[in-house]
């Protein structure tokens, strides 16, 4: 990731947040962790993007050490601290196909809570859809 690019990301984290909660390695520690679990979808919310999009989740053998490489998520590479917040939904859609109902599946947000809590502090917060960790706020 260019040095320009990391120095605008640090600017604007700096302008619209109050407090950070992840750090790269806890970033890399929750999606590491996570690996045990089936996890298939997420919604990203970015700092420097107005709304959350729906997309895979990301395995452990697509993180470097200051970013997450291509892993074929809509936004290519990025950098950990790009992450405002990632929702785990209890009922994921399928990213290709939402609209078919049957794709539907079900993700043990209480096992991946469960996972977090065994492995670290981290900001985590329970919403209609599942469960949120924030990045920063």
Same mark, same amino acid.
């Given at each position: 990731?260019?040095?320009?690019?990391?120095?605008?990301?640090?600017?604007?984290?700096?302008?619209?947040?109050?407090?950070?909660?992840? $750090?790269? @390695?806890?970033?890399? %520690?929750?999606?590491?962790?996570?690996?045990?679990?089936?996890?298939?979808? #997420? /919604?990203?919310?970015?700092?420097?993007?107005?709304?959350?999009?729906?997309?895979?989740?990301?395995? $452990?053998? @697509?993180?470097?050490? %200051?970013?997450?490489?291509?892993?074929?998520?809509?936004?290519?590479?990025? #950098? /950990?601290?790009?992450?405002?917040?990632?929702?785990?939904?209890?009922?994921?859609?399928?990213?290709?196909?939402?609209?078919?109902?049957?794709?539907?599946?079900?993700?043990?947000?209480?096992?991946?809570?469960?996972?977090?809590?065994?492995?670290?502090?981290?900001?985590?917060?329970?919403?209609?859809?599942?469960?949120?960790?924030?990045?920063?706020?």
């Amino acid at each position: 990731m260019p040095a320009r690019i990391e120095e605008e990301l640090k600017k604007l984290i700096k302008l619209k947040f109050e407090v950070s909660h992840m $750090s790269n @390695a806890k970033w890399r %520690k929750l999606f590491t962790a996570l690996d045990s679990v089936e996890v298939r979808v #997420a /919604y990203w919310k970015f700092v420097d993007l107005d709304s959350e999009f729906q997309d895979r989740f990301i395995k $452990s053998d @697509a993180l470097m050490d %200051k970013f997450v490489g291509d892993t074929g998520l809509i936004v290519g590479p990025f #950098a /950990y601290r790009r992450i405002e917040w990632l929702e785990i939904p209890i009922i994921a859609k399928d990213p290709i196909q939402p609209k078919v109902p049957f794709l539907n599946f079900e993700q043990n947000i209480q096992q991946i809570e469960d996972i977090l809590n065994s492995i670290g502090h981290f900001k985590i917060l329970k919403t209609k859809r599942g469960l949120r960790i924030v990045g920063h706020e």
